[in-house]
């Protein structure tokens, strides 16, 4: 822990007074004296499992000074983190059910999760874009009609499709895959021609695939989406030692370093870099920290 | 925890269409029995060839069979399915490899399929080679002096004995397709297993999704169970001991 | 995907072995815990006490009729709800597949405890053992012996159907090589290792099963 995280983690506990009894996950944190971080497999660069199958990523970093914070309020700097691998299909009932406390992935905030599970401030902001093999010739939406096209299961991809307005009327033929590297491997073995999905999960699958120049970003952008850590709802203290953990980061400035980290430097497993700057949106996100979901966004 | 139950949760749309959770749930049942169905056919079909061939004279023959057998029962079926979706294609000629992945029709179903069908027919051929090896050898050499062929004699003498005997075991097989279709879900088959997942993330209802899809799947066992039953009672050899139906 | 690079398969080693600890681990606590409650399940089923013969036999029936896969998600996802206390997968996984296995486990002990001849219950009787005492010392000895090839089979399936905890993202071996497969882009590679991994052993283990059944057929 550098001073900076030091003097934020006494701030948090300044901020948060101590309560008289606690509950909810903090409780559930205290008595089984560790805390279950929900990673994924292949969500570039947010999170995912390097060469040594350990996770990393930006927000597996951004939780683990969540995970500072609550080890410095509970007063348990020895509290164990447990990893549990999810996915876009089973991340929310994990967190429903008891079995991830923090899911440090790659979740979009929306109306319809917010009903079922709370969220920290934004930490990033993806534009839903297609991943398409360059040969292939394909631009836009309205070219993939009859065609096969890779989503991960229990991602919204295709509702996105659908409802954009190049894509009415189109015949997109869904091809699943269980993660996002599932997915991608579909495109890559030629089982669909298009893969939709967040960019920088899209650009973070090119650069570690077997050759990246084969690849290209392209069409519309079908959807911006708030991406961010994702806790129980109804649980008030909890997600107030998150967001001033989370608020902290963006306060002091580090945030920006483990953007910096892990977006604009090489990263394993192939030390490519994603050369992906930040977006506008998160800039001001960063000033103005909140947690308003996806809609919000694309109502302009 | 609270769980907040919702039973008309079925009838409700989906988040993010305009079918309701039913529709998801009829459609996974439909893909469950296409699939089950099918690959019990082939099951059939190859489970009696080959388990006849180990019964036969040639060592040869009897060779390929216990390899068909041993090859099929000892790799997990999930890394069967694997296999068979994502390795198979990629020893096929560059065309026909991209037909395969790209426009053979309902790719997922028919590689699910064929690949439970192979999985069950070592199973099958495991109980057709006890089925025959259970019937007086009387039989097979009563067939021959009566001058039919051997070919002749599995076909009208022995195997026709044969799989009447070995109806009980074929009984749980034919049940244990019903389970193992569940498997497909890993492929992208959309069967049963693969819309509960998808209806308990989307609506939040674990438990009600989860206890009517297990009473589906037990539908179906069930069913399956009545069918052979029937069946072995329509087909009991004359003068063996069985159970009363 | 053109040419297949098989050097994958060494930087994989490491993690196939930890993933196949976690199996064979998973594997034997199941096996034994299975047989202990499969042999309580199969007493019950047998029991002259008729609700509780009824009720191990609904729970077998059950856990015959209903898919693998679908039981994991029961225990993993949806029991926290009911229960409140999450266990997380790899416990979770444990529960479940001794709590399965040991459907499949009864029937094969209830059918060897059948298999015992009437009259060595009998002979015990007459020599003054208790129903308990000839349970334990005459009737499963034998059982098990009389089983013991089928137990072993049943296992090796268990062993293949480890591989499902795959759904629920526990650290097993196929989960192990999948990983790996996605960080070196080798994906087709290292199923192919897995599989031939998997086979080996158990193909190694049925011809072992198959002498053991030479064996306990000479003696019996």
């Known amino acids: 822990m550098n001073h900076r995280t030091a003097l934020l983690v006494a701030l948090v506990i300044a901020a948060v007074p101590a309560l008289a009894q606690e509950t909810g996950t903090l409780k559930k944190i205290r008595d089984s004296g560790s805390i279950t971080l929900g990673i994924r497999e292949s969500s570039y660069p947010l999170s995912y499992l390097d060469d040594k199958q350990q996770p990393v990523g930006y927000h597996i970093d951004v939780c683990n000074r969540i ?3 609550v080890k410095a309020q509970l007063k348990l700097p020895a509290l164990k983190v447990q990893h549990q691998a999810v996915t876009s299909q089973n991340r929310i009932p994990l967190v429903g059910n008891g079995t991830v406390d923090l899911e440090c992935g790659s979740t979009t905030n929306n109306e319809a999760r917010q009903k079922q599970v709370a969220f920290a401030p934004t930490t990033f902001v993806t534009n839903v874009r297609m991943a398409v093999k360059k040969a292939s010739g394909i631009r836009s939406l309205d070219q993939l009609n009859g065609k096969p096209v890779a989503t991960t299961t229990g991602t919204t991809s295709v509702q996105l499709m659908r409802a954009h ?30 893969f939709v999905m967040d960019d920088n999960l899209l650009a973070g699958l090119i650069v570690s695939s077997k050759a990246p120049a084969d690849y290209a970003i392209v069409g519309e952008v079908l959807n911006v989406e708030p991406i961010a850590i994702m806790l129980r709802r109804d649980d008030p203290a909890f997600k107030k030692l998150v967001d001033a953990a989370v608020i902290g980061l963006m306060k002091s400035g580090e945030l920006d370093k483990l953007y910096t980290r892990w977006f604009l430097s090489p990263i394993p497993p192939k030390n490519a870099n994603l050369n992906f700057p930040m977006s506008d949106q998160l800039k001001a996100l960063i000033k103005a920290p909140n947690d308003a979901p996806a809609e919000s966004f694309n109502k302009k | 925890m609270n ?7 079925f009838l409700e749309p989906v988040k993010s269409g305009d079918e309701t959770y039913l529709d998801w749930l009829i459609t996974g049942l439909g893909w469950t029995l296409a699939v089950s169905l099918t690959a019990w056919l082939i099951a059939l079909c190859i489970g009696i060839a080959v388990g006849a061939l180990r019964t036969t004279p040639s060592r040869l023959l009897v060779m390929l069979g216990n390899a068909w057998v041993e090859l099929f029962r000892n790799i997990p079926l999930l890394v069967q399915m694997f296999l068979w979706f994502f390795v198979a294609p990629e020893f096929l000629p560059r065309e026909w490899s991209l037909w395969v992945k790209q426009d053979m029709p309902a790719k997922e179903f028919i590689t699910a399929a064929l690949c439970l069908g192979f999985f069950t027919s070592s199973r099958v051929a495991e109980q057709v080679r006890a089925g025959v090896g259970s019937l007086p050898r009387g039989q097979h050499d009563a067939a021959l002096a009566l001058g039919l062929t051997l070919g002749q004699a599995y076909r009208h003498v022995i195997l026709p004995q044969a799989l009447r005997i070995v109806i009980p075991p074929l009984t749980s097989e034919f049940m244990n397709v019903f389970k193992n279709s569940s498997v497909a879900f890993a492929i992208g ?7 509960a997942r998808q209806m308990q993330e989307d609506s939040e209802q674990g438990i009600e999704t989860y206890l009517a899809v297990t009473l589906l799947y037990f539908i179906c066992a069930f069913t399956a169970n009545r069918v052979m039953a029937l069946i072995e009672a329509r087909t009991r050899v004359p003068g063996l001991i069985g159970k009363p139906a | 995907m053109g040419e297949f690079d098989f050097s994958v398969w060494q930087p994989s080693l490491p993690f196939i072995r930890d993933g196949l600890l976690f199996t064979l681990r998973l594997t034997l606590v199941a096996m034994s815990g299975g047989i202990v409650i499969g042999t309580l399940l199969a007493l019950a089923r047998l029991s002259p006490i008729v609700p509780l013969a009824r009720v191990a036999g609904a729970y077998v029936d059950l856990m015959r009729s209903i898919p ?7 225990f993993f996802l949806v029991i926290p709800f009911i229960t409140g206390s999450p266990v997380g997968a790899e416990t979770s996984a444990i529960i479940t597949f001794t709590a399965f296995e040991a459907a499949f486990y009864c029937e094969i002990m209830r059918s060897g405890i059948q298999s015992v001849p009437r009259g060595q219950v009998n002979a015990a009787f007459a020599l003054g053992l208790g129903q308990a005492q000839t349970m334990i010392h005459v009737i499963l000895p034998q059982a098990v012996r009389n089983m013991l090839p089928v137990l072993l089979t049943q296992t090796i399936v268990l062993f293949q159907d480890t591989s499902l905890v795959y759904a629920i993202g526990a650290k097993d071996m196929l989960k192990a090589a999948d990983v790996v497969g996605k960080n070196y882009n080798r994906p087709v590679e290292m199923i192919v290792l897995s599989a031939l991994i998997y086979f080996t052993i158990c193909f190694s283990l049925s011809l072992a099963v198959k002498q053991l059944q ?6 019996r």
């Open chain 1, 67 to 69: 995970v500072d914070a």
């Open chain 1, 165 to 194: 307005e190049k894509g009415k009327g189109i015949d997109f033929k869904e091809v699943y895959g269980k993660d996002h590297a599932d997915a991608f491997l579909m495109l890559e073995t030629d089982r669909a021609v298009a």
């Open chain 2, 3 to 9: 769980y907040h139950w919702n039973w008309g949760i």
């Open chain 2, 189 to 195: 088959v959309l069967e049963l297993t693969f819309q």
């Open chain 3, 68 to 74: 693998l896969v679908l039981v994991i998600l029961w």
């Open chain 3, 214 to 219: 030479k064996r306990v057929a000479i003696i």
